[in-house]
Structure formats: structure tokens, C-alpha cells
Nanobody, 121 residues
Framework: QVQLVESGGGLAQPGGSLRLSCAAS????????MMWVRQAPEKGLEWVSG????????YYLESGKGRFTMSRDNDKKTLYLQMNNLKPEETALYYC??????????????WGQGTQVTVSS
């Protein structure tokens, strides 16, 4: 029943920007923290960011601070990740992930299929 559908990935040049979106359904979106997790080719999963259920607090991987901004629209049941000044090493499949509560505990509940981000010149 829970569905998470990512979009907005694609090809960006180094230094460019992308905004990822995640459309959620099948649960009360505004009651749950949400996260973005990525996986680069032949690498493990890496937590990127998280946001509280009400959007009041967000957290980021150290390398993303100052460049990434997570947000949500609970009325539209949509999650966003704005990524600026992208780096080639941030090429990965980015997943939208539902948390198990209101916070950002990194306890992963449901995952989307992912959206591919490729940063290359």
C-alpha cells in the first residue's frame, strides 16, 4: 500500500543543480520523518539527509551541508531534495525512504525505486 515514487534525477554537470521529488501515498505522510539514501555503483548505501515529519528540522551528510536542502509539502504528500553545486562523486541512485516515526532515526521502513543522478561533464 505504501508507495514512494521518485523523480527529478538526470544528468547534471559538475557545479550544476537538480531537485529530486518523491510522491508519497498509502500512509499519513505528515506523521513520518523521511530520508534520502543513495547508492553509487559498486558501493554501499549511504544516508544523505533526513527531515522531521513536520519539516521543522532537517539533517545532512557532512559533505552535503550548505549545498543540499531537504523540504516537504505535507499537503501535497511530496518530499524534495534540492542539490546544488553537484560533484561527480555524488553520482548515485537516490532513494526516497520512509521512516518508522516522526523523527529521522535512520530506521528504514519503505523505499522507492530510486531516481538516477549522474554528475558528469
Amino acid at each position: 500500500q505504501v508507495q514512494l515514487v521518485e523523480s527529478g534525477g538526470g544528468l547534471a554537470q559538475p557545479g550544476g543543480s537538480l531537485r529530486l521529488s518523491c510522491a508519497a501515498s498509502g500512509f499519513t505522510f505528515g506523521m513520518y520523518g523521511m530520508m534520502w539514501v543513495r547508492q553509487a555503483p559498486e558501493k554501499g548505501l549511504e544516508w544523505v539527509s533526513g527531515i522531521y515529519s513536520d519539516g521543522g528540522k532537517s539533517y545532512y551528510l557532512e559533505s552535503g551541508k550548505g549545498r543540499f536542502t531537504m523540504s516537504r509539502d505535507n499537503d501535497k504528500k511530496t518530499l524534495y531534495l534540492q542539490m546544488n553545486n553537484l560533484k561527480p562523486e555524488e553520482t548515485a541512485l537516490y532513494y526516497c525512504v520512509k521512516g518508522t516515526g516522526r523523527g529521522t532515526s535512520r530506521k528504514y521502513d519503505y523505499w522507492g525505486q530510486g531516481t538516477q543522478v549522474t554528475v558528469s561533464s
